[in-house]
């Protein structure tokens, strides 16, 4: 019923930039916040940066002052613009949806398929 599809994942030398977008599709809901999070092999998976439909975003302190989540909400759409990329931001990528069901009146989480982002030193 819902599917989280990102893009903008790559390679990058440290102090580069990517966006990152993330287009949440089907019928039925209402998305109460969308967000980023990041895991690297051996680590838990960790919030970056999180938005909610009409509230102001929150970082990770790691990622503050670099980079800014921002949505569309006509589009469904989160971005995630990362500057003065770090090699230690290298991991992979997860769109987050949190959402509201309009046939349940539930609300849970979604999640994207990851996209890979590699910072070389």
């Known amino acids: 019923q819902v599917q989280l599809v990102e893009s903008g994942g790559g390679l990058v030398e440290a102090g580069g930039s990517l966006r990152l977008s993330c287009t949440a599709s089907g019928s039925g809901f209402a998305i109460n916040a969308m967000g980023w999070h990041r895991q690297t092999p051996g680590k838990q998976r960790e919030l970056v940066a999180a938005?909610?439909?009409?509230?102001?975003?929150n970082y990770a302190d790691s990622v503050k002052g670099r980079f800014t989540i921002s949505r569309d909400n006509a589009k469904n759409t989160v971005y995630l613009q990362m500057n003065n990329l770090k090699p230690e931001d290298t991991a992979v990528y997860y769109c987050n949806a949190r959402l509201r069901s309009f046939t349940s009146f539930t609300v849970g989480d979604y999640w994207g398929q990851g996209t890979q982002v590699t910072v070389s030193s």
């Open positions: 938005i909610p439909s009409g509230g102001t975003a």
